[in-house]
């Protein structure tokens, strides 16, 4: 059962609009929460993350929402450009020295963005 | 910069052929893991490794098997390919020294079609 959820495959925003990516998490151990962004042909890069004492990250035109009470996070991206077109994985993971690393992803959201 | 390569971009291989992935990365990092992406189904964990000669089973080991005998180095098997196989290949390490929120770094991908 996954642990992860991205329940909207697919996303599109008119270039400098705002793009909204959610996520839902179902496993209340979880202490950080990573986005991910790919595109084709290449590897995931990391975009950012967020630990689960806060409830707000920002980077530059990326921030990130934590609600620990709904066990959901969004990823906001203002304004949207068409080079942000890409799908963006949810990850997460749970206290050091437990998993030995891992991270639990999400299905991932293909994020269009048309100018 | 951590650097993660994968031996090859895109392979082509037969039904019942034994085929080796490899993954190498420069940055001393304990954990070692292998996903592949399909449509729809995001990324999923198969193998990972906390340290040498060690392993763990992901989400869907069967039909493939891997080997760490470095630090450095991983190895995704598929002892017998199928053409269900067919799917991108990702190699990604961590290190929870490093980082708090267990991020991993992904390579390029191998892109496997199983004729």
């Known amino acids: 059962d996954q642990q992860v959820k991205q329940n909207s495959p697919s996303l599109s925003v008119q270039e400098g609009r705002i793009s909204i990516l959610n996520c839902d998490y179902t496993?209340?151990?979880?202490?950080?929460f990573l986005w991910y962004k790919k595109y084709p042909a290449e590897g995931p890069t990391f975009l950012i993350s967020i630990s689960s004492i806060k409830d707000k990250n920002e980077d530059g035109r990326f921030t990130v929402f934590l609600n620990k009470s709904a066990k959901h996070l969004s990823l906001h991206i203002v304004p949207s450009q068409p080079g942000d077109s890409a799908v963006y994985f949810c990850a997460a993971s749970v206290p050091r020295g437990s998993t030995l690393g891992r991270l639990y992803f999400g299905r991932g959201t293909q994020l269009t963005v048309w100018p | 910069d951590v650097k993660v390569t994968q031996s090859s971009r895109y392979l082509v291989k037969r039904t019942g052929e034994k085929v080796f992935l490899e993954c190498v990365q420069d940055m001393d990092h304990e954990n070692m893991f292998w996903y592949r992406q399909d449509p729809g189904l995001g990324l999923r964990l198969i193998y990972f490794s906390y340290d040498v000669k060690m392993k763990e089973k992901g989400d869907i080991p069967e039909g493939y098997s891997v080997s760490r005998e470095k630090k450095e180095r991983f190895s995704l098997i598929l002892e017998s390919a199928s053409t269900n196989q067919t799917s991108m290949y990702l190699c990604?390490?961590?290190?929870?020294?490093?980082?708090?929120?267990?991020?991993?770094?992904f390579g390029p991908g191998t892109r496997l079609t199983v004729l």
């Open positions: 990604a390490s961590s290190s929870e020294t490093v980082s708090a929120y267990n991020e991993q770094f």
């Open positions: 496993n209340s151990m979880f202490d950080y």
